[in-house]
């Protein structure tokens, strides 16, 4: 089916009646200051994206949502400097899971996943980080569109995604169920309750930016 702007409001209209009940869900396990790490390192149904060498010493595991403010200066202004002082250096790797606190998260993020391509985790997982900075970079502009679905499948486009793709990607039943799925686990098992919330080889980091660097230096 081609790319539509009533295509898209139908299909959003089709998500937000699949998510009835489970949008702005309360979150109230309490928050351990450790987590197993072998439990949280599991993978959820649709696999990991990962920035970073899998030999890496230091592991950050972050939940988070593209609508948060909070998570959108961490991506673009701390972001950056961790990636050429420690990702890139094989000191570290950023796990990111989605944790979505919204109907708008949800469709973020089940592009987010269609980026990927087939499979849906092993495919471009750069493609996957390219559309999702552009999304933390982008927020105001997207989050605050008259359609935002469609604001949304612009910057998928943009990302390289086929826009004939979009319609039938936002109706994928197993996207929704995995995105829901990565959300629920963290707060069921982990004590995920806001966002961002980071994971530093088992270890909630809490407070500033400057604190987690601060932590992933410890270390090393």
Not at 102 to 126: H, K, M, P, S, W
């Amino acid at each position: 089916m081609p790319l539509t702007r009533r295509g898209l409001g139908v299909a959003g209209a089709a998500l937000a009646a699949g998510l009835a009940g489970t949008a702005g869900a309360a979150f109230g396990q309490a928050a351990a200051e450790t987590v197993d790490v072998t439990q949280l390192m599991q993978p959820g149904p649709l696999g990991d994206c990962v920035l970073g060498a899998p030999d890496a010493p230091v592991t950050v595991v972050e939940y988070a949502s593209v609508t948060c403010p909070h998570c959108a200066r961490f991506h673009t202004a701390t972001l950056p400097a961790l990636k050429n002082k420690y990702i890139d250096r094989g000191h570290m790797r950023l796990v990111f899971r989605e944790f979505p606190l919204n109907q708008l998260d949800v469709a973020a993020y089940i592009f987010a996943r269609c980026t990927l391509g087939a499979g849906r985790a092993l495919g471009n997982q750069e493609r996957y980080f390219v559309y999702l900075d552009a999304l933390f970079r982008r927020q105001r502009e997207w989050a605050t569109a008259s359609n935002p679905i469609v604001a949304l499948a612009d910057i998928a486009a943009e990302a390289g995604y086929a826009r004939a793709d979009l319609e039938q990607c936002l109706r994928d039943q197993a996207i929704l169920d995995a995105v829901l799925h990565s959300r629920d686990r963290a707060a069921s098992e982990f004590g995920v309750n806001s966002t961002p919330t980071f994971f530093v080889n088992g270890r909630r980091a809490t407070g500033s930016d400057a604190d987690l660097a601060a932590l992933i230096g410890t270390l090393l």
